[in-house]
């Protein structure tokens, strides 16, 4: 089940949220709607010399010393500047990075004497707030509440990010608390950060919980970035901004150091303009973390590089599971699924209805229950090793409501209330949920696997970026196909399909556990045989 969807069955069941509130985008007056569109002008994507640009393009031109690492972030950090901060402001950007040009200036130096630590050598990239840095950088998950927090030492990931050599621009706005604050909650907006704009169109939602990574990306104010998710919060902003996101197995890339929802659903993973690029991130971060034993599991099982697995012929032979339901969704996007198929069908893949969703119908309740208990157990654990005054849930929960003005100004904190109320994780009600929910989820996607002789199962990743409404909070943007791999631990890629009235909408391929190799080569294969990322335009309205 989507996070936004499970959000509000679980707290509040019956509740009817009209489609209608798209209505509510802003339909600027001419005379602002000209203002608008003159700042969009101004930031015209093909003015600004890295725009679309990839990994391997920027290891060229510094190869050819063409660019350096510190033009490149000198660059990258005057487009945060002019369409981030100023201009249209997408706000996606919640906070830089002081060291950035530092870093830029020692891979320069190291590159001049000959060492180059690897493809990510000199790379900029933009990692959300709730990862933790050592450095000059708040880590908040965008509350207010955190906003002392300055990490003690670099999470596993960002360690690994530092001994690759990339240059680490700054952090990425996101939905407070990864969206597990209220059932009426504005995707990709915060407390600490505001409200993060979708770069296709500026009155709607980049989706969450990663929404600044997928706006940052999107927008070329960098070439990768770093998501996390516990139920969509990568996949889905990669959908709607028109990225690739790869939501990795649980346990492929460490979660120490990165502020909890869920032990048993969360990871971080990357994002990227390319399914290449997504590849040279993901195998770069891998490694066995002593304080998260989730990784022990990933022994034997990791690559060191997924590029390995880029073969365009790579969909030929191969069995894919559509879930039949994804063919019911809204005209336009069901018009895209079809499209897509046809695509696989082309490349030698065969695809055969299946009911995935009908098998995990029962098992999507129990969902919430296993995130509340899970959430609270995390945080209290985080919390011990945070460098903050805040040291409990209780402690958030208290904070927001003494500072409710300026921490809750439009939608309260009934999640984090819920999460406090349970007990610790021998609750039975815990071990049953969980048991059903993660071991429950893995045995009917691997039956289905089995049962169909499956590649990969595939469905369209969701719907539309919805308009931002911060009276109503987000609503349903149709089918949604995370919360299978999502409950699982399963890895689940996510490539961009097309445009529904100028806004992405993504494919996803997702399978058993550690097979990233397997739905990097059909996302791959997919990719290149459609082409379907288009760079965003920054119109104001859809009527632009």
């Known amino acids: ?7 509000k069955t679980g707290s509040l069941a019956g509740l009817t949220i009209s489609t209608l509130v798209a209505a509510s985008c802003n339909q600027p007056s001419a005379e602002n709607k000209a203002d608008e569109t003159a700042a969009v002008d101004n930031s015209k994507d093909d003015i600004f010399e890295l725009s679309e640009i990839t990994i391997a393009d920027l290891q060229q031109k510094m190869q050819s010393k063409q660019f350096t690492s510190r033009l490149i972030t000198e660059l990258y950090l005057k487009r945060i500047d002019q369409i981030d901060k100023k201009g249209i402001m997408l706000n996606s950007v919640i906070e830089l990075n002081k060291d950035a040009l530092n870093m830029a200036d020692a891979m320069d130096r190291e590159r001049e004497k000959g060492k180059v630590r690897g493809p990510l050598h000199g790379i900029p990239v933009l990692i959300k707030d709730n990862i933790n840095t050592g450095d ?4 908040t998950a965008g509350s207010l509440a955190l906003a002392d927090n300055f990490a003690k030492q670099d999470a596993f990931i960002v360690h690994k990010l530092r001994e690759a050599g990339a240059v680490i621009l700054g952090k990425t706005n996101l939905s407070e608390w990864a969206n597990f604050r209220s059932t009426h909650s504005t995707s990709a907006w915060s407390s600490r950060g505001g409200q993060t704009k979708c770069p296709y169109i500026l009155d709607r939602n980049p989706s969450g919980s990663s929404a600044g990574t997928g706006t940052a990306v999107a927008a070329n104010l960098c070439v990768i970035g770093i998501g996390t998710e516990t139920n969509g919060s990568i996949v889905s902003p990669a959908s709607v901004n028109g990225l690739v996101g790869i939501k990795p197995t649980v346990g492929l890339w460490s979660r120490s150091g990165i502020i909890p929802i869920s032990k048993t659903q969360d990871t971080a993973g990357p994002m990227a303009r390319t399914v290449k690029d997504a590849a040279i991130l993901l195998g770069a971060l891998t490694g066995i973390d002593t304080l998260d ?20 012929n790579g969909l030929q032979g191969k069995r ?27 490349k030698g893949a065969e695809v ?9 119908k029962t098992i999507n309740s129990n969902e919430f229950t296993v995130l509340l208990y899970e959430f609270k157990d995390g945080l209290n654990q985080y919390f011990n090793n945070a460098n903050s005054k805040i040291k409990t849930l209780a402690d958030v929960i208290a904070f927001n409501k003494q500072n409710e003005t300026k921490a809750m100004p ?3 904190q009934e999640i984090l209330e819920q999460a406090q109320a349970k007990g610790d994780l021998n609750s039975k009600e815990y071990l049953d949920a969980v048991k059903q929910t993660n ?23 969701n719907g539309p970026a919805v308009c931002i409404d911060l009276v109503n909070g987000d ?52 990719e290149q045989a459609s082409k379907r990322r288009v760079a965003p335009l920054f119109k104001p309205d859809l009527f632009a």
């Open 439 to 461: 071991m429950g989820t893995r045995k009917v996607i691997d039956g289905m696997l089995t049962k169909y002789k499956l590649d990969a199962i595939i469905g369209t990743t």
């Open 475 to 526: 609503y349903d943007n149709g089918f949604s196909f995370s919360g299978p791999a999502a409950m699982a631990g399963y890895p689940h890629i996510t490539v961009p399909m097309g445009l529904a009235h100028g806004l992405p909408v993504g494919l996803s391929f997702f399978s058993t556990a550690y097979k990233e190799g397997d739905i990097i080569k059909l996302g791959y294969a997919y």
């Open 320 to 346: 894919l599971g559509i879930e039949k339901t994804a063919f019911d969704d809204k005209p336009d996007v069901a018009a895209l699924l079809q499209d897509a198929i046809k695509t696989l069908k082309s």
């Open 293 to 312: 034993l989730a990784t022990l599991g990933s022994k034997g099982r990791i690559e060191a590089d997924y590029t390995k697995f880029l073969d365009v």
């Open 136 to 139: 000059n950088m708040h880590t």
């Open 352 to 360: 055969v209805e299946i009911e995935l969703n009908k098998e995990l």
């Open 1 to 7: 089940m989507h996070r936004r969807n499970f959000l």
């Open 410 to 412: 439009f939608f309260k």
